[in-house]
């Protein structure tokens, strides 16, 4: 069975930081790609950042772009999210996934399997 547990959130004030974590089981790591969404009250869910398989490619949404990093350690089952200059309209619930599609998609519903999600507050 597979899991997927995201850790790492939290409240932060405007400008701070966080590092997310995705621990993964009951799943070959390295044969999925992995992307990290969010979900805001009374909005969709967003997509925010994806990992290749091996970790050499990545793809980010502009609103986080230049702010988050996205990565990957896959001897460890592991997926990171380093949240830098964190501001208010981050706030929001925070997913993994994972896909067995080799593109590492941004469309959430190219995605098999999701963790229960980690809340992120950032208070202005």
């Known amino acids: 069975q597979v899991h997927l547990v995201e850790s790492g959130g939290g409240l932060v004030q405007a400008g701070g930081s966080l590092r997310l974590s995705c621990a993964a089981s009951g799943l070959t790591f390295g044969s999925y790609a992995m992307g990290w969404f969010r979900q805001a009250p009374g909005k969709e869910r967003e997509f925010v950042a994806t990992?290749?398989?091996?970790?050499?490619?990545?793809r980010y949404a502009d609103p986080v772009n230049g702010r988050f990093t996205i990565s990957r350690d896959n001897a460890k089952n592991t997926m990171y999210l380093q949240m830098n200059s964190l501001k208010p309209e981050d706030t929001a619930v925070y997913f993994c996934?994972?896909?067995?599609?080799?593109?590492?998609?941004?469309?959430?519903?190219?995605?098999?399997?999701w963790g229960q999600g980690t809340q992120v507050t950032v208070s202005s």
């Open positions: 990992i290749s398989r091996g970790g050499w490619s990545t």
């Open positions: 996934a994972a896909t067995l599609q080799p593109s590492y998609p941004s469309d959430s519903r190219g995605y098999n399997y």
